[in-house]
């Protein structure tokens, strides 16, 4: 996923630039690290200079200064321009996101108590400053006149696009509202800042707090062995030799779900998970319904009929009902297709002796099954050709044979933490400077769940030449290293570290001009195209000679497994486009309720009704359930939007086709890709962008025959014809 760190809209557009003046210095002999040019190289932040007493004096400045140059700015007795308003606005805060981005960044990765404490305070102040810019009635004002001209200003496309989009972020953050409603606004908004700090901080507790500890080996049969010696270790850890514990997080979690034999075991696990943050003392439901009745408010002061109205407004889909629709395309071939894959396990099951009938906790241990005797595919077998570092170089080679890019480790560079590595993006051919790129890819008890990727620094081209070059980071919780073995991936892990470097090549090859519009600064439902595109070079023979190699022997994978894995591409995908699907319709349905503020909100029962509206099959639970779908509930970032994956997965299917048709190394291809996608960022129509590459725009038909659900006889359907832009 693409991570959303700024409390508005708003800070999209004030993005962070690399040298601030340094300030006059106090009595302290110590200067504060942010207020300094960062004199590292490439401006890589200086991590180990950087203490928690740092951030809120340093967030505190930067809000003033930001609060002086918009004061200025909206001061300005000369003619609104687009230089003057527009690109001053987006040349101010400097500090300020400098502040925020280190500080989001390790708040996500390095979650200490320090860090949470300082966090109460940060966001809410980050938050307001956001509000009090948005909702200037001058520097509006300026803004407005700008927009209701901008057919006469000789505007290009990327600037007329940044006078549009800032008029309706000022709007959306309340800058038409009176007086009364704008203090409202900002006590809700102040109100959901704190809120998303609770349910994040509860989810963190609650993932941390569950230990499932074994002290029977025999319980253990099934697992991997590379997964019990992590377990062993995590045991001796906590001061339990001799015994094995597991947590809830993935690289621990899904073994057990897949390959233990003990079915209470695995029962056990299943229902932890998907009861995580649902007890107290961290029991994220009430924080839910708290969230869901300000959100309405806010959208009803906005003049939205409801939460997932505001939020689908500035994006490609437009309307809740036209994600919907998409979603719906997609749900009704999933389910049919678990219907066929619970038979097939129930059979199996049976023919086992088993005696039970499939349940929740059992779907990913036949489908395992399955998988083991359709296909004779053997995870374990098809992890040891995937170790990090093999993948890593799978990537790499996946970027340059595209792209033309290179990646050198900079071992000396600045790192946030030691299992950090970092590296120099340069022109294969010119060895001129791209970008950084660093990626922390292990979990950690202080490390948030999932996959992200983010930016310490964005890419921008100033008037007068300046050129600024991007600092990306990619980060996971993958599966560890053991005493005996490297880490070792799993297919699903190898897929997600493809899909985050995609987002990573999307920060990296930026060259729109506006901070505002680099990298993936684009719609929701745009920004999941580089990152699930990339996903499908993985597994591909040809991409797969580079990389995948024996951790013991070096021998190349064979072309046999090889076969095997194209052949088990489309296996358990109405289970997994049936999760993902369900919670994409959860969230927007979460988004569609309109309750009253005495109303009680039963997050439970709520889940429950969408399921059985929806008629979900029994075995499979939403990917999400609200407590800890985080995704929604922990931000705005994608709140009534998880629909994007999906959206963006119609975007990625399609216009891979045109990657196999033409070969999927295809420079002419790879370069029209680069320059209408991966380079352009926001700073043109997202659709207009897709048929530029493409030459059409998309259908689901793309998606569904790629996992597996379009039946031969099946009627096309119409394609994606929604106007882009914001």
Not at 592 to 599: E, K, M
Request: proline fraction near 6%; charge should be negative.
């Amino acid at each position: 996923m693409k991570s959303l760190i700024t409390a508005t809209a708003l800070a999209a557009m004030l993005a962070t630039t690399p040298a601030m003046q340094a300030q006059t210095p106090t009595a302290d002999p110590r200067v504060n690290p942010f207020t300094l040019p960062y004199t590292t190289p490439y401006e890589i932040p200086p991590f180990q200079e950087i203490t928690y007493d740092d951030y809120l004096p340093a967030l505190r400045q930067g809000i003033e200064i930001q609060r002086a140059e918009i004061e200025a700015i909206a001061a300005n007795p000369d003619t609104p321009t687009f230089d003057n308003t527009i690109l001053a606005m987006q040349q101010s805060g400097q500090l300020l996101e400098k502040v925020m981005l280190v500080f989001a960044s390790l708040d996500e990765t390095d979650n200490t108590p320090e860090m949470q404490e300082i966090s109460e305070i940060a966001y809410p102040l980050y938050s307001e400053a956001a509000d009090e810019v948005s909702m200037n009635p001058r520097l509006f004002r300026r803004i407005k006149y700008l927009y209701d001209h901008r057919n006469e200003l000789g505007l290009d496309t990327p600037r007329r696009r940044a006078v549009e989009d800032t008029y309706k972020t000022f709007t959306r953050g309340g800058a038409l509202l009176s007086d009364t409603d704008k203090e409202t606004l900002k006590e809700l908004n102040k109100r959901l800042t704190d809120l998303y700090l609770t349910f994040n901080k509860n989810l963190l507790a609650a993932t941390n707090a569950y230990t499932l500890t074994v002290d029977d080996p025999a319980l253990l049969a099934g697992i991997p062995a590379g997964i019990i010696a992590t377990a062993a270790s995590e045991a001796s850890a906590r001061g339990q030799n001799g015994k094995w514990i597991f947590t809830l997080h993935a690289p621990s979690r899904l073994p057990v779900l897949r390959f233990a034999d003990n079915r209470s075991l695995r029962r056990q696990m299943y229902q932890a998970y998907i009861n995580l943050a649902s007890q107290p003392p961290y029991d994220n439901r009430p924080v839910i319904a708290q969230i869901v009745r300000t959100r309405a408010q806010k959208a009803r002061l906005l003049g939205f009929k409801d939460f997932a109205s505001y939020m689908t407004d500035n994006v490609m889909a437009k309307t809740p009902d036209a994600a919907r629709s998409l979603l719906l395309q997609i749900w009704h071939p999933a389910i049919a297709k678990v219907a066929e894959e619970v038979a097939e396990m129930q059979t199996l099951a049976n023919a086992s002796g088993a005696d039970i009938t499939i349940e929740p906790w059992d779907y990913y241990y036949y489908a395992e099954k399955v998988r083991a005797e359709k296909f004779d595919l053997d995870e374990n077998e098809v992890s040891a050709y995937f170790s990090l570092d093999n993948v890593r170089k799978g990537i790499f080679t996946l970027a340059e044979r595209l792209y033309g890019i290179k990646f050198t480790e900079m071992p000396d560079a600045p790192k946030y933490h030691p299992e950090v590595t970092v590296y120099d993006v340069t022109d294969a051919t010119t060895g001129k400077h791209i970008a950084v790129f660093m990626t922390d890819y292990f979990p950690r008890a202080s490390k948030r769940q999932g996959a992200w990727m983010s930016e310490f620094k964005g890419s921008y081209v100033d008037p007068d030449g300046t050129v600024a070059r991007p600092i990306i980071y990619n980060v996971g919780n993958f599966t560890r290293p053991t005493a005996d073995t490297p880490a070792l991936l799993t297919i699903d892990e190898v897929e997600t570290m493809f899909h985050e470097f995609g987002h990573g090549l999307h920060g990296m090859l930026s060259r729109a001009e506006l901070r505002s519009q680099s990298g993936t600064n684009v719609d929701r439902d745009f920004v999941e195209l580089p990152s699930q595109i990339t996903e499908h070079w993985a597994l591909e023979p040809e991409l797969l000679k580079e990389y995948a190699f024996h951790y013991k022997t070096g021998q190349l994978i064979p072309e046999s497994l090889v076969n095997k894995l194209q052949a088990a591409s489309t296996h358990n995908q109405g289970f997994m486009t049936t999760e993902l699907a369900g919670a994409a319709l959860l969230d927007l349905a979460w988004g569609a309720l309109n309750p009253a503020d005495t109303d009680s909100i039963d997050v439970d029962a709520f889940e429950a009704k969408v399921a059985a509206d929806l008629n979900m099959p029994s075995q499979i639970a939403y990917r999400y359930r609200s407590p800890y779908f985080k995704h929604i509930f922990g931000s705005d970032g994608y709140a009534s939007g998880y629909y994007t994956y999906l959206w963006a997965e119609v975007l990625d299917t399609d216009g891979f086709e045109l990657f196999t048709q033409n070969g999927i190394f295809d420079p002419k291809t790879a370069q029209s890709f680069k320059e209408n996608i991966l380079e352009t960022g926001g700073s043109e129509d997202p659709m207009e962008l897709f048929v530029k590459f493409r030459g059409h725009q998309p259908s689901v038909n793309a998606l569904l025959r790629n996992r597996g659900l379009l039946a031969p006889d099946a009627t096309p359907t119409a394609p994606i014809n929604t106007p882009g832009g914001k």
